[in-house]
């Protein structure tokens, strides 16, 4: 599944070499310490659309390292816990009479984190845009943007997708003409406990909450409260989970704005704390925010805005579960339709999918402030970052 130079078109860029179809640095050897990392493409022509990349935070400079084929614009990718196999979304219809999309899994070479195609799957709707795998590695949940459909699937015991388990999907429009014609689930999100999935539904402005059975893999509304309503034309994206498991934090596209929310996981429970603007002065129609992350720490959360320009923004976390905004770092790579920190919690990459660069910035331990590195990847169409278990931590210390 790795690269075939016959079938590539290899352009020289500085010390990077992108392709239309993949690319690989000179060499493609893993360096001792660095950050390894896979990013998916949104770019559905391509057809080796996942890179296996690295970060050298020693020598501020990027390789990458592979690229594979096996998944139409995977713009986000999960990992099962033990690391095994990774999990791609693919815009291939695996049925084009029911409009259904597709979801896919690869098995990890546990020696040089190459793919192969493991097995694909209906998604249960159309235009799958997030997936998530369970903590204990049972079940992939799917969240299809299309057509509002969220699924859970089991998962076999090589980490296989098997047919899903159950199919929901939610009701209701909103005031923005153009995106809020119906329900659209933008994301699948399993509370800490496991008993909770929630839903941001970015068409009927709510996050859908619903009760899971660990044993049959049934998603039903939770009785105690099927759903979060949120301000009309907010257009809820994103959520994260606070370490604690008592707050979660949404990120809204169509308003700009993040919204947080005390949580309670034996109930299944949100109740909104605040609502804020992602940055200063931003407006529907202009700002458009992507991704929002919580610093291992717990301290600080991040959010991604696009427009002109794109930004990062960086919030305070009080005990309270209320936040303050405290940094915005402008301009960051254009349309960062997502970003992650690694593990170690010392350097954040963003992927500004309309620039197709991914770039480096170091996170200040005491402040969560960002600082802004030289070093950038060229990538066509960067939609996800995706951080590999067994990085070197101990090399990651920040300079």
Known sequence: MGM???????????????????????????????????????????????FLCQYDPVHDSFAVLDSFAGAKGPSYLDLSPDGKTLYAINKEFSDQGKQQMTVSAFRINPENNGLSLLNSRSSEGD?????????????????????????????????????????????????????????????????PGGNFLLVPDLGADKILIYAFDRQTGCLEPNPLQPFLKLDPGSG??????????????????????????????SQGRLTVLQTIPTVEGSQADSRFPAAIRIHPGGKYLYASTRG????????????????????????????????????????????????????????????????????????????????????????????
């Open 236 to 265: 809820p994206r994103h959520l994260a989970f606070h370490p604690s498991g008592s707050s979660i934090y949404i990120v809204n596209e169509l308003d700009a704005t993040i919204t947080a929310c005390a949580y309670s996981g």
């Open 127 to 191: 235009g799958p845009c997030h997936i998530q795998c369970s903590p204990d590695g049972d079940f992939l949940f799917a969240a299809n943007y299309n057509s509002g459909h969220a699924a859970a699937f089991p998962l076999s015991g090589d980490g296989r997708i098997l047919p899903a388990s159950a199919v929901v999907t939610g009701e209701g429009t909103g005031p923005v003409e153009n995106r809020q014609q119906g329900p659209h689930a933008h994301q699948v999100n399993l509370d």
């Open 4 to 50: 075939n130079s016959k079938t590539k078109a290899i352009v020289i860029l500085g010390t990077v070499l992108l392709s239309v179809y993949g690319c690989k640095a000179p060499g493609g050897e893993a360096l001792p310490g660095a950050i390894r990392f896979y990013a998916g493409s949104s770019d559905i022509n391509l057809e080796y659309s996942i």
């Open 308 to 399: 002109e320009p794109s930004s990062l923004s960086l919030f305070r976390i009080r005990d309270d579960g209320t936040v303050s905004r405290i940094q915005v770092v402008e301009p960051v790579p254009n349309w960062p339709r997502d970003f992650n920190i690694e593990p170690s919690g010392n350097y954040l990459l963003v992927a500004g999918e309309r620039a197709h660069v991914i770039r480096p910035y170091r996170i200040d331990r005491q402040s969560g402030r960002l600082e802004g590195r030289s070093g950038s990847l060229l990538l066509r169409s960067p939609g996800c970052i995706l951080f590999i278990a067994g990085t070197d931590q101990k090399s990651l210390a920040s300079p």
